[in-house]
């Protein structure tokens, strides 16, 4: 069974950091997709960052230069660093996994930016 856990969210003002991680199990970690997404209410979900197994990255235009994304193969954990955030940046941000023929989800962790 496949399970995808968030945590690291939080409040924190504008212009702090967070950092969210995903610990995946069940799956074959090394060949998966990696990507956390975001939704703010009343948005649509959207990309935030990706990184492939073999560490290719795609980040949203919105996040260059600020979010950085990382995996850790041994230990089939995700990360996002996330600096000078702003309020635009509050939402749910859920841990995705692509793999051939399938797609999981986590659970969602809020992550609120006061200005």
């Known amino acids: 069974q496949v399970q995808l856990v968030e945590s690291g969210g939080g409040l924190v003002q504008a212009g702090g950091s967070l950092r969210l991680s995903c610990a995946a199990s069940?799956?074959?970690?090394?060949?998966?997709?990696m990507g956390w997404f975001r939704q703010a209410p009343g948005k649509q979900r959207e990309l935030v960052a990706r990184i492939t197994g073999v560490g290719t990255i795609t980040y949203a235009d919105s996040v260059k230069g600020r979010f950085t994304i990382s995996r850790d193969n041994a230990k089939n954990t995700v990360a996002l660093q996330m600096n000078s955030l702003v309020p635009e940046d509050s939402a749910i941000y859920s841990c995705n996994a692509l793999l051939p023929g399938s797609a999981y989800w986590g659970q969602g962790t809020q992550v609120t930016v006061s200005s």
């Open positions: 069940g799956m074959a970690f090394n060949i998966a997709i």
